[in-house]
């Protein structure tokens, strides 16, 4: 006898190679949901994703001083993952979207904070399923910044 742990909309709720397990909680409560309560929640959504391609992007900051001179006053480089979402529902891809802008956000046992918009598209107008790419930051040891100040 089978025994179903849970149910969703157009989708089986089981750990394959094509999914990805998101842990969230927050420091406020946020979008109708408790989290201020003791012991903090922490909430997993498991939905179908490709999460693996990396980049590392970079950011520079120069100014000018009074002499003419143009320096460099910063550096930043951080690494960044892309989270491909497969066709989901529009009520799952909404609690991704608002699961995405909590404070703490793991996906594979790593940290990340989202800082770009997420692009998504709808697959099928007859069941709402959208499909989404966002790029998430690595929490911390992917982000370096330098900062030079000026000499």
């Known amino acids: ?49 490709l999460f693996f ?12 001083i009074t002499t003419g001179e143009t320096v460099k006053v910063s ?11 497969e066709p989901i529902p529009k009520e799952i891809m909404e609690t991704l979207k608002l699961a995405l802008n909590c404070n703490y956000v793991e996906i594979d046992g790593g940290r990340f904070v989202k ?7 709808i697959m ?6 959208q499909t989404a790419e966002v790029w998430l930051t690595f929490m911390s040891e992917g982000y370096f910044n330098n900062v030079y100040g000026i000499i």
């Open 1 to 49: 006898m089978k025994t179903i742990q849970a149910q969703s909309a157009c989708i089986e709720i089981i750990e394959h190679d094509r999914t990805v397990l998101l842990r969230y909680t927050n420091k406020n409560d946020y979008a109708g949901m408790a989290f201020s309560i003791i012991p903090r929640p922490i909430f997993e959504l498991r939905f179908e994703a």
């Open 53 to 64: 391609h990396e980049r590392v992007t970079e950011e520079q900051e120069s100014e000018s």
């Open 75 to 85: 550096s930043a480089a951080k690494t960044q993952r892309l989270l491909q979402v």
């Open 115 to 121: 800082e770009e918009n997420m692009d998504n598209r």
């Open 124 to 129: 099928n107008n007859l069941f709402e399923l």
